[in-house]
């Protein structure tokens, strides 16, 4: 038989190696002498054994009843679990990357659709700036009066806290802590906010060189007048580049950092010299310049140069600066974005919206069917107001709202020639009117729209249901709560913003729903983009849509909305809350989707204003203007005057032939009107002919008339 291999002399670390191995002695027997061969280590294994049982020996050496051992590991590894969940909480709420970020945001151009500037909104922030390529004062000055022994020490300096809660001068912050106190923190002064602080710089210190931190401060820090960082603050307090700054302009800039708004050298440049002398004085203590240079220091002249003066917010910038910071990119420096704004438009805006008589307050939204906001007015004076009333204010949209209930009662299959009930309600706890009592058996869909019956509309929103009515205004963009089942909801007793309101109205303009009103244009989609969007969107039937135009048509043309009338297809629908409190006209001509409010803040009553009136009137005059098209006048209205108490006197008279004879010229070649009798004559020369024209009763006629000069006329040859 084969000779069997002999024993390869594994041994199991975590047994004991005496005698007392235990009663398994077959594996004792095999491992002992494999084992006690080794000699000194036998001798090591031994000793390690005796020492371990020490530890584990109940003799008084353990804590709490349990072997040191056992506290010590598990010591270790509370404190090893304690760091990763320190790293771990550090990686989430302070990445390294955010001290690469401006700590504010940056200043952002907005640009109407022509390149015009509108607004300028932001801190000034420029590129940050390379301690490597800075000269040697620039960095000393900084290190000189905010933190000496940077290169030395760990994120926090034991010296300078001892020092500060000595002497009571200076929060004995380090340069690190500062970048972690302004990039990462709030400005809260406790005792958590400051130990989270030192926990933070030890996270920098362990990961960045310290130039790299010197760097990201020098690139954020605060130097006051909206500026952010050195290079900027160079720019702005003497015209050149931080690299070429002079020693006395970088004591000077370093001397800000304390408190900028108090040192701020265009407001207070006495202060800021004075702070100056103490940044010269600690670069003298630090070593870095001599007495001597420092006595030839002089506080620098400003070099400010006046910037490009824009507004720093309108209703249009306020609304469109949270979009314009999403898209704008992430880092340093100024940025200038295209808007969809059209100065034109804006411009006609300002000027149809300034005639709102008395303290009414107004807003004016213009759209393309796209949702791209071309104009907007937010109320009659920035200045004095920059509440947006086309964006924040909810108001109720009164009557306009009846679009989702009549178009609702469309997509159930009702046609603008159906009836409905006209007449009073006078039972049940909601008894709306129509506006001058003006009641009916019965009256067409199309009707009750123009002429904006309320009876109709709420027996209409009861017919088709509140919830079928609420899911139109849904699919056409509506996020404002409505109430489900409130018969007055037909009327527009929810509220919603104008914005919101007339970009439904542009989602029926275009057929295409719903739609998000931005104030910049769409980038260019790809395909699959596009077949995305396409499945997001609905649209209206042919029938439907050509039927809710129809009704929006005659709203203006034969309804409530005549004075808004134009001379081109024009689609729209008036709305007046209780008690005239709201007045509004929304509608679309061309390629404008425009919404008119009229309200007061205080939400007091119009005095005599509907949405038939001043609304209506400021929505034409928009459009003839933004269109360039004619509009047609409206029918005048009869002027009322107070009796002049003098005798009437009358007006007709008893027949023609009392109308008193009356001959004047028409011309310088003798041509002559008579009015006399029952007609008409007109007398004058053709090409050396005098005729007569007749016109009374039995028509016009021609006759030879006597010559204009007295001569006969001249004889006709035959013909």
Known sequence: ????????????????????????????????????????????????????????????????????????????????ALFMLITAWLAVTAPLSKSLQPIAAPQLTLLASDGTPIARNGAVIDKPVEVAKLPPHVVEAFLAIEDRRFYSHWGVDPRGLARAAWTGYGGGSTITQQLAKFTFLTPEQTLTRKAREMLIAFWLEAWLTKDEILERYLSN???????????????????????????????????????????????????????????????VDAGYITPAEAQAMRPPRLDVRPAKSLPTGTYFADWALPQGRRLAEAGYGGQTLTTTLDSRLQAIARRVTARVPGNAQLALVAMRPNGEVVAMIGGKDYARSPFNRATQARRQPGSTFKLFVWLAALREGMTPGDRIDNSAITTGGYQPKNAGGNYSDSITLEDAFARSSNVAAVRLLKTVGSEKVIA????????????????????????????????????????????????????????????????????????????????????????????????????????????????????????????????????????????????????????????????????????????????????????????????????????????????????????????????????????????????????????
Not at 589 to 613: E, F, I, R
């Open 221 to 283: 820090t605060y130097f006051g007048d909206n500026i952010y960082g050195l290079r900027a603050a160079s720019l702005h307090y003497f015209y050149r580049q931080p690299e070429r700054l002079r020693p006395e302009q970088a004591a000077m800039l370093a001397g800000l950092v304390q408190a900028p708004s108090r040192y701020a050298p265009t407001r207070h440049y006495d202060r800021a010299a004075k702070r100056m002398g103490l940044v010269v004085a600690s670069m």
């Open 472 to 719: 139109t205004a849904r699919d056409l963009g509506v996020r404002s709560p409505l109430a489900e089942g409130d018969p007055s909801l037909a009327l527009g007793t929810s509220t919603m913003t104008l914005l919101e309101l007339t970009s439904a109205y542009a989602g029926v303009a275009g057929n295409s729903f719903p739609v998000v009103p931005r104030a910049f244009a769409t980038p260019e989609k790809g395909w699959l983009a596009r077949a995305w969007d396409w499945t997001n969107q609905e649209s209206l039937s042919r029938r439907t849509h050509g039927d809710m135009e129809r009704m929006m048509r005659a709203a203006i043309n034969r309804g409530t909305g005549r004075a808004a009338s134009l001379s081109v297809a024009n689609f729209g629908k008036t709305g007046t809350t209780q008690d005239n409190r709201d007045a509004l006209f929304v509608g679309y001509a061309g390629d404008l989707v425009v919404g008119v409010w009229v309200g007061n803040d205080d939400n007091t009553p119009l005095a005599g204003v509907s949405g038939g009136t001043v609304p209506a009137r400021i929505w034409r005059d928009f459009m003839v203007q933004a269109l360039g098209r004619g509009a047609a006048r409206p029918a005048p209205v009869p002027d009322q005057r107070d009796d002049p108490g003098t005798p009437v006197e009358p007006m007709d008279v008893p027949g023609p032939a009392d109308i008193p004879s009356a001959e004047f010229p028409i011309d310088g070649q003798g041509s002559r009107v008579r009015i006399g009798g029952e007609g008409v004559t007109v007398s004058t020369d053709v090409e050396g002919v005098p005729l007569d024209l007749r016109i009374d009763r039995d028509g016009l006629r021609v006759t030879p008339g006597p010559s204009p000069t007295g001569q006969p006329p001249p004889a006709v040859p035959p013909q």
């Open 1 to 80: 038989m084969t000779e069997p291999a002999p024993h390869a002399g594994y041994f199991a670390l975590h047994d004991r190696f005496d005698d007392d191995y235990g009663e398994d002695e077959r594996d004792d027997s095999v491992l002992r002498p494999r084992h006690r061969a080794g000699g000194a280590t036998g001798d090591r294994f031994d000793d390690w054994d005796r020492r371990l049982d020490s530890l584990d020996a109940p003799s008084g050496k353990g804590w709490l009843g349990r072997p040191r051992r056992w506290w010590i590991v598990r010591g270790i590894a509370a404190m090893l």
